[in-house]
């Protein structure tokens, strides 16, 4: 199992982000061999949010040789074009090195503030990421359901992304047979969302989108399976840890005991286990966002957690 670390967009506590923030909390995941660097997408939240797209972007001088992934990013919400160009910037400026992970959102008030209609996602979704495929390999038109749309002529976007055909491409589900059927037919991976799946739960989705994969003429073996908003508070306090559960289950709306088994918040022991769970389900790697204490929090999972999840 890989590990990713979210950067801390969330302004959990009202003291905002200081210049430099995000690069030192880059530079102490890449000390500590983290894999990857993500960022997730929202207009709106509970909190303030800060912008994923340009968070990413500010932090890739930092990132050495991790990967940078959405996790994910709302080409409704953005847009497909303005999407893929922002992504094909992210990979040349990065060498290569993105993930473009795409999903519809889980939040009405994200759309609102577009100006989109929340219950037209998921279509909207399916022609977002054809299209984005279309602009990233520099097509200048994409197969909608029901036939082909195609753009003005000669407009392609330039500069085109490292990669010929483009990053990956990702695409977030929390599971569902539509779901997982979604993420054979249009992806080049799957996140899963660890707050809103047990261990179980992703077992369950990841053999749908076996069969799924086999039905499109794919495979699951080398399909990159990963979890992504995995909260992250290690803590041998018993108190502090219900603490910190029923704050993470205000700000999501879950309840606290039903993200006990879900995300990593308590004593070393129960986190790895947790994890030990997860990668038994067949996921490859996680993104984890501490909730507090960042750097610190990054190196005890390191350096508490992982020796347990791995011992045999």
């Not at 020796?307 to 045999?312: D, F, M, S």
């Amino acid at each position: 199992m890989r590990f990713g670390a979210h950067l801390p967009l969330i302004d959990f506590d009202g003291r905002g982000w200081r210049p430099g923030e995000l690069g030192s909390y880059v530079d102490v995941a890449r000390q500590l061999r983290y894999d990857a660097v993500g960022v997730n997408d929202h207009l709106v939240f509970q909190r303030p949010w800060l912008d994923g797209i340009v968070a990413l972007a500010s932090v890739i001088e930092r990132s050495g040789d991790m990967r940078l992934a959405t996790t994910v990013a709302l080409p409704v919400v953005r847009g497909a074009a303005a999407l893929a160009k922002a992504a094909a910037a992210l990979d040349i400026l990065s060498g290569g090195r993105l993930v473009l992970g795409v999903g519809p959102g889980s939040s009405a008030r994200d759309y609102a503030l577009a100006g989109l209609d929340f219950d037209e996602r998921w279509p909207r979704l399916d022609d977002a990421i054809r299209a984005i495929r279309a602009h990233l390999g520099g097509a200048s038109a994409y197969e909608k359901d029901g036939g082909a749309s195609a753009y003005e002529k000669g407009l392609v976007l330039q500069p085109a992304p490292v990669r010929l055909a483009g990053p990956p491409i990702w695409i977030g589900s929390w599971g569902s047979e539509a779901g997982m059927r979604r993420v054979a037919r249009l992806g080049d991976g799957w996140l899963a969302s660890a707050y809103n799946a047990s261990p179980a739960q992703v077992a369950e989705a990841r053999a749908r989108l076996g069969v799924a994969l086999e039905r499109a003429g794919k495979r699951l073996d080398g399909f990159e399976c990963a979890l992504a908003t995995m909260w992250i508070y290690v803590t041998d306090s018993g108190s502090e840890r219900d603490e910190r559960l029923s704050a993470l289950g205000r700000m999501l709306n879950r309840p606290a005991e039903q993200l006990r088994e879900r995300v990593l918040v308590g004593p070393a022991a129960e986190c790895a286990a947790t994890l030990r769970a997860y990668a038994e389900a067949g996921i490859d790697q996680v993104f984890v966002w501490p909730l507090a204490d960042p750097h610190d929090q990054l190196e005890r999972l390191m350096r508490d957690v992982v020796p347990l999840a791995v011992r045999p």
